[in-house]
Nanobody, 119 residues
């Protein structure tokens, strides 16, 4: 069974930066797309951005466009979320997700990592 293991969350001041990592481990599976989601207290989980494994093309929600960057390292089976110019409203539990399909719900999910941005 494949697993997604996240790391890199923490506490940062507004305007600061953090990088989250998501590593695919366990049995080898060919992911087609990977994504980041987040869930703030009392709110539903929301899409942050995604990246296609083969092309590296990334898409972002408007709320993070220009501040967040998603990338991947194919040699390490890992993708990243580089967050800059962080705002208190970015505070949430961040989840990585992956899937072998080109669309539909994501099958594989990380355990989540807390990101807290202080004002």
């Amino acid at each position: 069974q494949g697993q997604l293991i996240e790391s890199g969350g923490g506490l940062v001041q507004a305007g600061g930066s953090l990088r989250l990592s998501c590593a695919a481990s366990g049995r080898t599976f060919n992911l087609y797309r990977m994504a980041w989601f987040r869930q703030a207290p009392g709110k539903e989980r929301e899409f942050v951005g995604s990246i296609t494994w083969n092309t590296g093309r990334a898409f972002y929600d408007d709320s993070v466009k220009g501040r967040f960057t998603i990338s991947r390292d194919t040699s390490k089976n890992t993708w990243y979320l580089q967050m800059s110019s962080l705002k208190p409203e970015d505070t949430a539990v961040y989840y990585c997700a992956g899937d072998v399909k080109t669309g539909g719900p994501y099958t594989y999910w990380g355990q989540g990592t807390q990101v807290t941005v202080s004002s």
